[in-house]
């Protein structure tokens, strides 16, 4: 109050001084006065700019550096430019409804069998043998290891120990029981599908497989008309490239089982949970709660994207040399895929986001991310957004991370738990890690997901200079309704399966289950069935070339 007191004090004596010079009769006294009105015109810009709100600063700056390859999008806060747009210091808290699911106590996650499934002892015909090779990263080979136990159930058969990717970009030479508890797994599965570790011999013959792939999205009848006929033959078949082979559409005893294997069989191996449980208790020492953020924003993310970052011939060189590995990978409209919401944000547009929505400069923030593009320039204005920045190799040491640094499925578990066991997690991509935490965080207490609305924030995001600060955290939260992570945003059936695992969501007897989903659904703003759907494009729908290219 005291502020705008003295700024209408100094404007009023600036109008009273410029309407005596104006009506002055002789003219010739308006120039000897405005060196006068000059100086008190300085002295009136300097006192707002004095006492005005500060403009956000990190450690070592006075101000946010821009990114060098931004599309327009960057802080563009100086002070010979606007300054309507400025983020406040503070903000947020730790104690608001940011950090909850509002509705999450009502639902529970649920996947037992019901009676009439089949058991393993029942159900596995002898001589039956189905193998999966599995094909991608971590979390892709995760989606091909789920489904597998239930294309064994629909075929009738005993499965052999899935076999991991060791061959696409990522070159991880880890096996299965490397990666995940291999008797933990054949223990939890073993009333519903029976596993071995290896294919027996018949006798003295050793069994050879024969090798096909099924199309995406096979339903229970494409396997039992594809599969089952050349299975019962040859008594063992190999499907490669294993990732997203089971379609979305299996009755609720298949969904069930799918949710049994994700959340109850698949368990890290010792060393890798030790040490992600390490991580997590060093970051809670310093902060009770935290955000993880699966920021997506290597070179080889946006090389697929197909976006552009306003990088200029070296951007457009470099991801186009990396876009080469995909054999099959189609041209893509950089202007019209950020419209569309397909493009990550950059580190700096997500700070943004979170600041908009609550998030103070004081939350502690870890983020899961590989050689982020463009480096520390890139992290900067995040950094500065959220001073207390946490990544495995900030609290962790080199040694500690030196089991798991040559493998990145090893690294991605670790960024994997930390992220499951952070209080918000927050996605940039709407990729395989994206989509199986948030099905995980939905299973366990609706854990608060937020996933940006590229789309709606692309806009906002582009013209953030042309609205105060407050108008643009408003049209923030108001375009985030309905990506928080709470429960029923999504319609049952809708997008991917291990994002959204509605048949093993249940609601809470006591609770009026119609009445309080329809509320859910007003309150929260439900995803429309254009908002979420599958990706256009998987990594795993193009062909990789392995003579890789490296940057330059």
């Not at 899961?368 to 190799?393: C, M, Q």
């Not at 609305?453 to 600060?469: C, D, E, F, G, V």
């Not at 695992?501 to 009445?515: K, L």
Request: hydrophobic content about 35%; some cysteine.
């Amino acid at each position: 109050m005291k502020k705008r007191k003295h700024e209408t004090l100094f404007l009023g004596i600036f109008q009273i001084i410029l309407h005596t010079l104006l009506f002055r009769r002789r003219r010739r006294r308006i120039h000897r006065l405005l060196p006068l009105l000059s100086a008190l015109s300085a002295a009136i810009l300097f006192f707002i700019l004095f006492f005005s709100p500060p403009i956000i600063t990190s450690h070592h700056h006075n101000l946010i550096n821009p990114i060098s390859f931004n599309n327009g999008t960057g802080f563009r806060m100086n002070l010979q430019e606007e300054h309507v747009f400025r983020v406040p210091m503070g903000g947020g808290s730790l104690s608001g409804d940011v950090w909850i699911s509002k509705q999450s106590k009502f639902y529970h996650g649920c996947s037992d069998s019901s009676n009439n499934f089949p058991t393993a002892e029942v159900n596995t015909q002898p001589n039956r043998y189905l193998m999966i090779a599995t094909s991608g990263g971590l979390n892709q080979q995760r989606t091909g290891i789920v489904d597998a136990v239930v294309a064994a159930h629909i075929l009738n058969a005993i499965l052999v120990v899935p076999k991991l990717d060791q061959k696409s970009y990522w070159k991880d030479s880890s096996n299965f029981s490397e990666i995940f508890d291999v008797d933990w797994f054949i223990s939890q599965i073993s009333k519903d599908v029976k596993i071995i570790r290896d294919l027996p011999r018949i006798g003295d013959k050793i069994i050879t497989p024969y090798t096909t792939r099924v199309p995406r999205k096979c339903n229970a009848k494409c396997y039992q008309t594809r599969i089952l006929p050349i299975l019962k033959k040859k008594h063992a078949v190999q499907l490669t490239k294993f990732d997203y082979r089971l379609s979305n559409r299996l009755n609720t005893d298949m969904q069930k089982l799918r949710c049994r294997v994700n959340y109850q069989a698949l368990k890290f191996t010792d060393p890798i949970i030790e040490m992600g449980r390490k991580l997590v208790e060093r970051i809670r020492m310093k902060s009770k709660l935290f955000v993880a953020l699966h920021l997506r924003f290597e070179p080889d993310m946006l090389a697929f994207s197909g976006c552009y970052y306003g990088g200029g011939d070296k951007e457009r060189k470099e991801l186009g040399k990396i876009r080469k590995r995909w054999k099959t990978l189609h041209a893509r409209n950089p202007d019209k895929e950020r419209r569309n919401g397909k493009c990550p944000l950059t580190p700096e547009e997500i700070g943004l986001m979170l600041r908009a929505l609550g998030f103070g400069n004081d939350v502690h923030i870890y983020v899961a991310s590989g050689e982020i593009y463009g480096g520390e320039e890139t992290l900067a204005p995040l950094k500065a957004l959220f001073p207390n920045f946490h990544s495995k190799e900030t609290i962790a040491s080199k040694e500690e991370l030196a089991p798991f640094s040559s493998f990145s499925s090893r690294m991605a578990a670790l960024d994997f738990i930390v992220c499951d066991e952070s209080d918000v997690f927050v996605s940039n991509n709407n990729g395989n890690m994206a989509r199986m935490l948030a099905g995980r965080r939905r299973y366990f207490d609706h854990k608060p997901t937020i996933r940006p609305n590229a789309k709606k924030l692309n806009k906002l995001l582009l013209h953030r200079n042309n609205m105060t600060w407050e108008e643009f955290a408003s049209q923030i939260r108001t375009s985030q309704i309905g990506f928080m992570g709470e429960p029923m945003e999504v319609k049952p059936g809708r997008g991917e399966f291990h994002e959204n695992p509605t048949a093993c969501i249940c609601a809470d007897s006591e609770m009026d289950t119609g009445s309080s989903i329809n509320s859910a659904r007003r309150d929260m703003g439900e995803v429309s069935d254009g908002e979420i759907g599958e990706e256009e494009q998987e990594w795993s729908d193009t062909e990789y070339t392995e003579n890789v290219v490296e940057i330059q």
